[in-house]
């Protein structure tokens, strides 16, 4: 990362240096026969020899694969010892998301009001519950059933994002993490993913990268310091984004090559229920509602005499989690997690982390499932934490109880496809593997992960778990050697 801000200034700067390469470019084919098959016997070498290779002799790799149908090890290494699995923690939440809260489980947006009295209401209450898929098209939804009700004046506007409790970020997110559109803090009243996108491109050599906000007027209220460049067909390109903590200051350094594809980026909002409020106000405004005045709350739940005049929904919850696999999106993770928190028996409490109580839901919902609650240990709901720790054994387990469920076909479609979607679209295209390998992604640095289902053409249907951990490679490496196991198995026949 190349900071060029001192600490004084509060930069929290985030790198999209590894985005610029990562799952940009189909990864190389491994250095083997691609049409050639081989034996259950022959697997052991052959993935021995992709991880020991000489550059990974400080890296550690934990690797379960094993038949769907039984707990029969075809490869184990380090299989029970713990890993750090990056996104592949999203597996452990989505499972439970799924078995507890089930598939059609919507999360509801309300706008509540006592009575009302001609065109006035004395009061407007808009009670969130963290529908991660908020946009400003809902806010204008919401509002325009609310003129529908006659409603032209609102004495007090009153956002409640009280139903969520506890941290907006996980205290143990590394620090450029918290700025980055992807590590978006988690609150009852989400809007646009509590986080604004915006386009850098490169322009004539020599010139600043352009900076193109996708919301022209919530771009217009941010001051950008950019030191960026752009460079000929020589240079590398790299690009370093942060926020100041308190202000809307966005700095850009970094170099793009004349005439390369722009790139799209984000930063994370600070104050997500104040700008909530501030959008929500402007939406009303259009469509000729006057508020007078407002107030934040954290009651989260609207009073008894009050009547629900409004609402939107988010999608089911097989679409939600769809989503939160097949593109690894932290925010809807963790809007997960916290959902599981609140049917916790202790939610009633004042002092309750959300948060906290969806971490103690997922690990009674997985046991109940048969899986071994000492074999993992979550410390959120995304897997952006160092502190999640799991074996690669608990999520071949994982992956096999989930698969005798009654959702199992939704918890597998859930996962993106080997050359297909999501964050496998650029990923063993042209090899046997594409097409027929179902699996979650994990990265941080020095961390990758792979986890998933693979079809065999010629063999039976296999679960596995690949995580290598402490490497000082790019993220590219890893993932290409992960890849070359993979292809392993898809060439698997039964001799």
Not at 2 to 29: D, I, M
Not at 223 to 229: A, G, I, L, T
Not at 234 to 242: A, F, L
Request: hydrophobic residues 40%; proline residues 6%; charged residues 20%.
């Amino acid at each position: 990362m190349n900071l060029k801000k001192p600490l004084t200034a509060l930069l929290l700067a985030f790198s999209t240096q590894t985005p610029l390469y990562a799952q940009t470019a189909p990864v190389k084919p491994p250095q083997i026969a691609q049409n050639a098959t081989i034996c259950p016997a022959q697997l052991p070498k052959a993935i021995d020899n992709i991880t020991n290779r000489p550059e990974f002799r400080r890296a550690s790799w934990g690797i379960s694969i094993e038949p769907l149908a039984t707990n029969t090890p075809l490869y184990h290494r380090q299989a029970e010892k713990y890993f750090i699995p990056a996104s592949n923690a999203k597996l452990l939440t989505t499972a439970a998301a799924l078995v507890k809260l089930g598939p059609d489980y919507r999360i509801r947006t309300s706008v509540y009001a006592n009575p009302v009295n001609g065109d006035s209401v004395p009061i407007l209450r808009v009670v969130g519950r963290g529908d991660p898929s908020l946009t400003k098209a809902q806010l204008q939804s919401l509002a325009k059933q609310l003129k529908n009700w006659g409603i032209r004046n609102v004495n007090q506007l009153v956002i409640d994002d009280g139903f969520f409790r506890g941290d907006l970020v996980n205290k143990n997110w590394e620090v450029e993490d918290i700025q980055a559109g992807y590590g978006a803090p988690v609150n009852s009243l989400i809007l646009n993913q509590n986080a604004v996108a915006f386009t850098l491109s490169p322009q004539q050599i020599g010139k600043p990268l352009s900076v193109k906000w996708d919301d022209v007027e919530e771009g217009a209220s941010w001051e950008v310091e950019n030191e960026s460049m752009t460079v000929n067909q020589n240079e590398p390109e790299y690009i370093d984004v942060g926020r100041d903590l308190q202000k809307p200051v966005l700095y850009v350094s970094g170099q793009l090559r004349a005439g390369s594809e722009p790139e799209p980026t984000s930063v994370a909002i600070t104050e997500p229920t104040n700008n909530f409020l501030k959008q929500f106000r402007q939406v009303l405004a259009a469509e000729g509602i006057v508020v007078k005045s407002t107030k934040v709350t954290k009651d989260g739940t609207p009073n008894s005499d009050e009547v629900e005049l409004a609402m939107v929904q988010s999608p089911p919850l097989i679409d939600l989690i769809k989503h939160t696999n097949v593109e690894s999106d932290n925010l809807y993770a963790e809007v997960l997690l916290r959902l599981l928190g609140t049917v916790s028996d202790n939610t009633k409490s004042a002092q309750v982390q959300t948060a906290n109580e969806g971490l103690d839901v997922i690990k009674k919902a997985l046991t109940e499932l048969g899986l071994d609650a000492s074999s993992y240990k979550p410390a959120d709901g995304s897997g952006l934490s160092r502190q999640n720790l799991t074996s690669p054994e608990a999520l071949v387990n994982l992956l096999r109880v989930m698969a005798s469920t009654p959702v199992a076909d939704i918890y597998r479609n859930s996962l993106p496809v080997a050359g297909v979607n999501g964050t496998l679209t650029n990923r063993f295209r042209n090899t046997p593997a594409q097409g027929i390998v179902q699996a979650k992604t994990g990265s941080l640095t020095g961390v990758a992960s792979l986890s998933g289902y693979i079809n065999n053409r010629n063999y039976e249907p296999l679960v596995f778990s690949i995580i290598v951990n402490q490497s000082d490679l790019t993220s590219s490496t890893i993932r290409r050697s992960i890849d070359d196991i993979v292809v392993l198995l898809s060439r698997l026949r039964r001799c």
